[in-house]
C-alpha cells in the first residue's frame, strides 16, 4: 500500500473477493536535512506522513492489519546507489525496475511469505494468466485492458516463480473504474492525484537530488558535435539525456540534439535530429518470463516507458545479453533505459540496453 487510490482499491477488491488481506507499506527514502533548531530532521519524500496516513485510514476502512516496513537500508543499497552510479557512467537509468526486481517482487514478496501470505498483490496496472509452456504450466504476464495505464513494461523482470505469487487485481480496471470503485466504497484516497515524479527525489526534481547525493555527475565540460568540435559548455552530463533538444544553451543555424554521453571525455555529443535513428540495440541482464528464450517471430520492443512499440527480430547472445533489430530505425534509443519485447499482449521479457 502507498497511501494511492490505485493499491487501496486493489486491497478493496481482495476483501470483497473473500482473501484475508494484509495491508504493508514500505518506508523506503529520507534524507537529512537541518530544522529551525538547527538538529537533523528526518526528511521523507518517498513516504510521507500523510502517505502514511492515507494508508493506514484505508486499512482501518477495510478493517485490515497495517504494516509500516523500514526498507531504507536496502533501497538505498539496491536502486539509490545504482541510480546514481549509472548518471556518474554516462547512462540514464530508470529506478523503478531496480526497485521491482529487488525491492517490491524481493525483498517484500519474500515478507509477505514470511508472514503466511499466499500471494503479494499490487495496483499494478497489468494481468497475470496461465496457459500450457513448454515445459510446464506457465504464468504469462500480459498488458492490461487500460491500455492508457499499462504498466507491464516495468515488470518485465518477473518470471514464473515470482508471477506464481503474485496478484494484480486491477489488471482488467481502467483507472476511471478505480476511482468509482474508491467512490462507492468510500475511501478517503478516490481523487488523490497520481505522483509523476521519481518516488525518492520528489517534486524538486533529481538535479538537486543528484547535486547533493553525488556532486561529481554535475560538473560542466564540453558540448561537441560528431567531429569533435567544441560548440559550448553543458552544466554536467547527468542533466541531459540522449534526444533532447532544449536546454543546450547553444546556438547553431539548426536544432541540435543530445546524441550520446561521452563520460570517458566528459562530453555531451550532439547533432541533427536524424542522427538520432538507430536500427539495432545490444540490451543486458536480459531475463524472459517463461525462464527460457521464446519464439521469437512477430516480436514487437519498447525502448521507453512512454515509447510505442516497433516490431523488429529478437537475437538471444551469450551471458545474458539480446541483440535487438528494429524494422525501421528508432528515435533516441537511450543507454541506461529498459527494451522489453513483446508478442501481442504478451510480455516476453526484457533487458537493459547497453
Known sequence: MSGGVDSAVAALLLVQQGYDV????????AEEEGDTDGQGLRANRCCTPQGVEDARRVAQLLDIPFYLLNYEREFKAAVVDPFVGEYAAGRTPNPCLACNRHIKFGRLLQHARSLGADFLATGHYARIVQGEGRYHLLYRLLKSADRRKDQSYVLYMLGQRELGQLLFPLGELS??????RAAQAGLPVGEK???????FVGDEGYH???????????????IVDATG?????????????VGQRHGLGIATGEPLYVLRLDPARHALVVGPEEALG????????????AGYVPPVSGVTAKVRYKAPEAPGTLLPLDEGRARFV????????TPGQAVVFYQGEEVLGGGIIQ
Open 22 to 29: 494484509l495491508g504493508l507499506m514500505m518506508r523506503l527514502w
Open 175 to 180: 483507472k476511471d473504474e478505480v476511482r468509482a
Open 193 to 199: 492525484p497520481e505522483s509523476q515524479e521519481i518516488c
Open 208 to 222: 538537486p537530488f543528484l547535486s547533493r547525493q553525488a556532486p561529481a555527475t554535475v560538473r560542466p565540460g564540453p
Open 229 to 241: 568540435r567544441v560548440l559550448g559548455q553543458h552544466q554536467g552530463l547527468a542533466f541531459y539525456t
Open 278 to 289: 538507430q536500427r539495432e540495440l545490444i540490451a543486458g541482464q536480459v531475463s524472459f518470463v
Open 326 to 333: 528494429f524494422d525501421q530505425p528508432q528515435r533516441a534509443i
